[in-house]
């Protein structure tokens, strides 16, 4: 049963015997991937209780504060739902999301006439099917219903829907597959430069990628990676950098503005990801910032880009291919 942070502190000491039951630390590495959870907590307002000394499953009600200010009521498993499923910040407060709700208005058609008079009522509108007008009150019973064959104007035929519904419970429309067709038929584990591949996200990525041309006469124009299966229903994937002579992919991760990046289950996608480049016979080296924990072997937990980043990468790209290979590329 879900009880107040000071009712279940003090049935924990009771049950376990000591005045702490949980020591500070305990669950640190469980709440490592969740720096925003991190940030909306505080201890004065939970009971002197520290985050790291609250389980990931225990069921109590805990009060954490966002970014702007709201304060509100809830349990760990709750908050730890919330991050990867939308990109927002309003997921972290139930009160935010209220006010970030957009309103759904409905599609008019393009020959919607401008102005109706009064006692005309307006055509309904309901998904892209525009329906007939409603009868005024007082109008004879089949009034503004269109004649036998006759098609409503601006009428559109509905698209089949997908099957499922909804968070408003009506049916979801189709939603098409992006697959990229212009992948070329070359071996797996070849880069190259992909026209499906998105631009650069980030002006960090930018300045990374033009201090390694300042260290390294590589080949920076490639994009892409050739996999050996699909992966999110792409054969290719889009690291950040790509260097086809050392066969390393570099990824810049950071929680992003709203700290909902590469956190919760997106970490699950990263590693997907890293596996199907590894597959190929490629590296992965994710520079994490942003108190991110590491997912691989060779990922380095910085601070941001730097001089001395730039040097740990560096060292990890000698360490990974040999020193002298490495050197040989440099200016």
Known sequence: MVEPVEAWWRRRQWSRGTAVPYAVGEFRSAWASYPVLVRQYHPDRNHGVVLTQVPPLAEVLLTWECDVGHVFVATPAEQRSRPGRERRRSVWCPECQLQATPRRWPVLP??????????????????????????ARGAAPGAGLPSAGAVPSGAVASARARPGRSRSGRAAQPVPRTICPKTPRLPSGES????????????????????????????????????????????????????????????????????????????????????????????????????????????????????????????????????????????
């Not at 393009?110 to 307006?122: E, K, M, T, Y």
């Not at 930018?206 to 999110?232: G, K, N, S, Y």
């Not at 990046?261 to 080296?285: C, F, I, L, M, Y």
């Not at 990890?316 to 002298?324: A, N, Q, S």
């Open 192 to 331: 190259f430069t992909s026209r499906c591949a998105p631009a650069t996200a980030s002006a960090v990525e930018a300045d990374l990628r033009a201090a390694l041309q300042e260290r390294f006469a590589l080949t920076f124009d490639h994009t892409a990676i050739r996999l050996d299966r699909p992966v999110f229903d792409h054969v290719e994937a889009w690291p950040d950098i790509v260097l086809p002579e050392l066969r390393v992919a570099i990824e810049y991760d950071s929680t992003g503005r709203h700290g909902l990046e590469h956190v919760g289950p997106r970490q699950d996608t990263d590693r997907r990801k890293d596996r199907a480049v590894r597959a190929v016979g490629w590296e992965v080296v994710r520079i994490r910032t942003g108190r991110l924990p590491a997912l691989g072997p060779y990922d380095l937990e910085v601070s941001g880009i730097s001089r001395g980043t730039i040097e740990r990468l560096v060292d990890t790209l000698r360490e990974l291919r040999g020193p002298l290979f490495v050197d040989a590329y440099a200016r």
């Open 110 to 135: 393009a020959d919607w006439p401008s102005a109706v008079p009064a006692p005309q009522r307006a055509e309904r509108v309901r998904g892209r099917q525009t329906l007939p007008a409603a009868p």
